[in-house]
């Protein structure tokens, strides 16, 4: 519900920002005269769905609008934490050591 709320503010300051570029994942990107910059998500508002590329020029570091090169050899995963995707570690570890214990 949050996320809508956000999106439709956001579909309302469009109007005032101008349309910089869109990354892979279909989020747009937008800048207003004044020189704040903002990202419009596709679907769900999930900030880990921004590449590192656009997250750079998000946070002015730098000013260099980013373009689809083949630069990266690694997609960009967003973080999957909570989902079914989640990294679980294998439950069947040995004991590699034994338990410090006082009396012993």
């Not at 309302?12 to 004044?34: A, C, I, P, T, W």
């Not at 990202?39 to 880990?48: D, L, N």
Request: charge should be positive; proline fraction near 7%.
């Amino acid at each position: 519900m949050l996320s809508k709320i956000c999106n439709a503010i956001k579909r309302l300051s469009r109007k005032e920002g101008k349309f910089v570029g869109k990354d892979e994942n279909g989020n747009s990107y937008y800048e207003s005269s004044e020189g704040k910059r903002w990202v419009m998500y596709s679907g769900i508002s999930e900030p880990t769905t921004v590449p590192p590329e656009w997250h750079i020029w998000l946070h002015y570091t730098n000013d260099a609008v980013p373009v689809n090169s083949k630069k990266r050899k690694l997609k960009h995963i967003p973080n999957l934490t909570g989902t079914k995707d989640a990294y679980y570690p294998n439950q069947k570890v040995k004991n590699y050591y034994e338990r410090w214990s006082p009396n012993h």
